[in-house]
């Protein structure tokens, strides 16, 4: 099995900036990652989980929601079996769960608010 857990959320200003980690274990993950990617998604009160970016193994190639092109920056340091979401200049909306993802795994989630 693989283990996912969410890190780094909190309560944060409009135009401020917070680091996610996801760190993994299980001596699978690794191979998951290579063969789906990994993704953050989010979940807003009241409305249904989005997709927020994604990355590949070898790191150079990203995708990112239209949402927070610009402002978020996807990452990840295999040697610690981690993956992080840097999210700049964040905006009310932002506030959500976050939730990191491998192929049928997720993590427990972090709560991002983001105040007016």
């Known amino acids: 099995q693989v283990q996912l857990v969410e890190s780094g959320g909190g309560l944060v200003q409009a135009g401020g900036s917070l680091r996610l980690s996801c760190a993994a274990s299980?001596?699978?993950?690794?191979?998951?990652?290579?063969?789906?990617?990994m993704g953050w998604f989010r979940q807003a009160p009241g409305k249904e989980r989005e997709f927020v970016a994604r990355?590949?193994?070898?790191?150079?190639?990203?995708y990112y929601a239209d949402s927070v092109k610009g402002r978020f920056t996807i990452s990840r340091d295999n040697a610690k079996n981690t993956v992080y979401l840097q999210m700049n200049s964040l905006k009310p909306e932002d506030t959500a769960v976050y939730y990191c993802?491998?192929?049928?795994?997720w993590g427990q989630g972090t709560q991002v608010t983001v105040s007016s």
């Open positions: 993802g491998v192929y049928s795994y």
């Open positions: 990355i590949n193994w070898s790191g150079d190639d990203t």
């Open positions: 299980g001596r699978t993950f690794s191979s998951y990652f290579m063969a789906y990617g």
